[in-house]
């Protein structure tokens, strides 16, 4: 294999199955070496601002087939995503199925937004409703989801916090994007509003995950075993969330 470190390439490169892929090197004040890959797809290596760039170069190497997987999956998800229309008949995941949207003008002030069974409904107004671009559909429905994430979500919490009296200081739905949730030293709970969108009981995965962190504030063993202790089948639940997470983080 033909080696493609060169030390004045502005992006070094990497060799996989013939295939030439470029990665942006960062350094600065840490110990370790990551690679990590965007949600756009570009390959990003962080390191001391020591390290030597052959070895990272060798590194990434190593890495390659890790690397590339990790690429197609995004590409995977970039076409998945790109084929949700935020028009009628267009698709949305919500508790791990599918809404179909119906899109309508109709006699109202504003835009109104309201599920029955299967179906999401929007009703444009009528003298507004040629200014009502497919974005701004998108915007409102993501307005909506949200606003059903919070109510959902904080009654799943208020389940599993009585129940197992680990009682969070505060909980907030909000954007995250990149995590499903947290849990800070004061016990503030922050969950992201796309949870809304997987099966429900996976979204009781990731509440009971981030209250076990009360007591635990890391992933340690006893961690994993007070999760399984409430949840005996808490991998499953996180495997789905591996499995179709990158999709829903493309929303």
């Not at 942006?24 to 962080?46: N, P, Q, S, Y």
């Not at 029955?116 to 009703?123: A, S, T």
């Not at 009654?155 to 200081?169: A, E, G, M, T």
């Not at 849990?183 to 922050?190: A, F, L, P, T």
Request: with cysteine; net charge positive; hydrophobic share 35%.
């Amino acid at each position: 294999m033909k080696n493609t470190y060169r030390k004045e390439l502005k992006m070094p490169q990497f060799i996989y199955n013939g295939e030439v892929y470029e990665y942006k090197m960062i350094k600065k004040k840490k110990k370790t070496i990551t690679i990590r890959i965007t949600r756009e797809g570009e390959v990003v290596v962080t390191s001391p601002i020591y390290a030597d760039d052959r070895y990272i170069f060798n590194l990434v190497q190593d890495k390659a087939e890790w690397i590339v997987q990790k690429l197609k999956e995004i590409e995977r998800i970039k076409n998945e995503v790109g084929s949700i229309e935020y028009k009628k008949g267009g698709q949305i995941d919500y508790l791990g199925t599918k809404l179909i949207l119906f899109i309508s003008e109709d006699n109202v002030d504003k835009l109104k937004i309201y599920k029955e069974d299967n179906k999401l409904y929007i009703k444009l107004p009528k003298a507004k409703a040629s200014f009502f671009t497919e974005q701004m559909l998108r915007k409102e429905i993501i307005k909506w989801l949200t606003e059903e994430a919070k109510v959902v979500l904080k009654q799943r919490v208020k389940f599993f916090s009585q129940k197992y009296n680990l009682i969070p200081n505060r909980v907030v739905i909000k954007e995250q994007k990149t995590i499903w949730g947290s849990c800070s030293s004061k016990g503030n709970i922050n969950l992201n509003w796309r949870l809304i969108m997987v099966p429900l009981d996976v979204l009781d995965y990731v509440v009971v995950h981030e209250l076990c962190h009360l007591k635990h504030h890391n992933h340690s063993k006893k961690f994993w075993e007070l999760v399984k202790e409430i949840m005996p089948d808490f991998e499953e639940k996180k495997n789905w969330l591996k499995e179709n997470g990158g999709r829903l983080f493309s929303y």
